[in-house]
């Protein structure tokens, strides 16, 4: 199934404790419908003394949000935006935002 976010994609959180922020997606959990987000859902996580980490003590990790509550950011506008996918002639399937503008190439048509 084709997911509205994909990774390196600048997004906007519509609901939770961060709605309104924005970040890039570094990764994305298909299989848990998830993404993680730069900045977003930021946790403590405690670590015990290790040879990497001889003081240990607690880091602040980010955590996965779920996919639906984010959306792409809109290029020309800079705010969040519903997706479509169109499909070319040639066969290449492009994100447009509601508005029309180009988003994103999803995949380009094998020859």
Do not use: C, F, W, Y
Not at 13 to 31: C, E, L, S
Not at 65 to 86: A, E, F
């Amino acid at each position: 199934m084709t997911r509205h976010v994909k990774k390196g994609d600048t997004v906007q959180i519509i609901a939770g404790v961060n709605k309104g922020a924005t970040g890039k997606v570094m990764r994305v959990i298909p299989d848990r419908d998830r993404v993680l987000v730069e900045g977003v859902n930021l946790a403590h996580k405690h670590i015990r003394p290790s040879q990497r980490n001889p003081q240990g003590g607690r880091i602040r990790v980010e955590r996965p949000i779920h996919i639906s509550n984010v959306l792409p950011v809109n290029p020309k506008t800079g705010k969040g935006t519903r997706v479509k996918v169109s499909t070319d002639a040639k066969g290449n399937k492009k994100r447009l935002s509601v508005d029309g503008s180009e988003i994103g190439t999803i995949r380009r048509a094998e020859k």
